[in-house]
């Protein structure tokens, strides 16, 4: 999961909290202190500051030389210039000179969510590890956190199941930063980050100014937002609000979960058994990153769970799992065959099919590999592409065309790629 934009107001890392707000957890400051040529000193804790000057490519942190280091399918290309930041007020410096030197560029978090092309990436890679998690005032009965793009996504979790808060449990285990969670609305075992965002904090391009945008006016939908219908920008920080509920989760309202919980569905769990059982089941699909593990040398799941009319979904096999999409604007209707780029939102009359099912049936088994391949269908979820520790972009790519091409003919359905594609086409 990365912030994935090629390209909001203050955000907590590299700054104290303010009033009515009080840092929640030890998270701030974490990592080595490293920038790029635009980026500005930071000052130490001793008030000093480190001037941290470029180094040729891969500038501003030797260590890394391509993004096959950088990202967890570990393919891709070198960029031409890497910057880490580790305040949003360096974040914000950084960019804007990106911008004002008018060159290609690229926001990178986790590396959980982008797949890069072999050839080297001609711009500037910012890579953003600003840090910080506070509590500002309760409204409603609910917590509410401010949350630095940079913050680990499943740290972030940790913490909140630690605290007894709802609204994230469901979303364990899920690699990547949290300013990368609402621009794809990253969502799992019945829970959708939606439910949870408040707003978000957004430097943006065009304008080169900041703005704090409203959940409703992120166009959130399934896997979507406006930031991957074209807006472009940094995402700097995101608030949630959470419920207090004692240590109880929200509803249980995924049959896996509630099966593993052995819980009917609407049960309330504590967050804490939900979180072990999440854990469980994403380890078992190869969805917890395990360097020994290469059904982990993945970007997750490749494929999102495709939306159709309900008339399409009716024209597949009845053992087809599918899942009716609460009512919307019905011309956004994604009929079988058709293939509109951006994708949009849920729609009325849609429904969500199985994008794993579909890929099974369509032939494509677990440990699936084209002859000569280093890239294969993980062995124990057929919606992971994963390396096999020899893999390219180009393996990946041609992996993913096959699949698509398979379910494209066997069922008239175009599966689309979820993670961010740089610098290949799909």
């Known amino acids: 999961m990365d912030l994935g934009l090629p390209g909001p107001l203050h955000a907590p890392g590299g700054r104290a909290p303010g009033r009515g707000c009080r840092a929640v957890g030890d998270r701030e400051g974490r990592g080595a202190r490293r920038r790029g040529r635009h980026g500005p000193g930071r000052p130490h804790r001793d008030g000093r500051r480190q001037d941290r000057a470029g180094q040729g490519p891969g500038r501003g942190d030797p260590g890394v030389t391509s993004f096959s280091e950088l990202t967890t399918m570990r393919v891709g290309g070198e960029p031409g210039r890497f910057v880490t930041v580790d305040g949003t007020d360096e974040l914000i410096e950084v960019v804007r000179a990106v911008w004002a030197d008018d060159e290609p560029w690229f926001v990178l978090g986790g590396g959980s969510n982008t797949v890069a092309a072999d050839e080297p990436f001609d711009g500037t890679v910012v890579h953003v590890r600003t840090r910080g998690v506070e509590r500002l005032d309760d409204v409603d009965d609910r917590v509410r956190l401010r949350v630095a793009a940079g913050e680990p996504w499943d740290d972030l979790v940790a913490l909140t199941v630690d605290e007894g808060w709802s609204g994230l449990e469901a979303l364990s285990g899920i690699p990547g930063s949290t300013g990368a969670s609402p621009i794809q609305n990253i969502g799992a075992y019945g829970q959708e980050v939606s439910s949870t965002v408040v707003s978000v904090d957004f430097l943006d391009a065009d304008t080169g100014e900041f703005v704090r945008v409203p959940a409703a006016n992120l166009g959130l939908g399934y896997r979507t937002s406006v930031f991957k219908q074209g807006r472009a920008g940094v995402v700097t920080a995101v608030e949630f609000a959470l419920r207090d509920g004692g240590g109880a989760s929200e509803q249980v309202s995924y049959p896996q979960l509630a099966g593993a919980l052995g819980v009917d569905l609407g049960a309330r769990v504590s967050v804490a058994d939900v979180r072990s059982s999440v854990l469980a089941l994403r380890a078992s699909k190869g969805m917890v ?62 429904v969500k099919l199985s994008a794993a099912w579909l890929i099974e049936q369509a032939g494509v088994a677990r440990g699936f590999r084209l002859p000569g391949s280093g890239a294969a269908i993980s062995t124990k979820h057929t919606l992971a592409l994963t390396n096999r520790g020899s893999a390219s972009a180009g393996d990946v790519v041609e992996l993913a065309r096959f699949v698509q091409q398979r379910v494209l003919a066997e069922f008239g359905v175009l599966l689309r790629p979820e993670p961010v594609l740089l610098g290949l086409d799909l």
């Open 289 to 350: 990153l395990d360097a020994g593990d290469r059904d982990t040398w993945s970007s997750g799941s490749f494929f999102t769970n495709p939306v159709v009319s309900r008339q399409a979904a009716s024209e597949l096999p009845s053992d087809a799992p599918r899942w009716p999409i609460d009512p919307e604007p019905e011309d956004q209707v994604v009929p079988l065959g058709e293939a509109p780029a951006p994708p949009p939102p849920p729609t009325s009359g849609a």
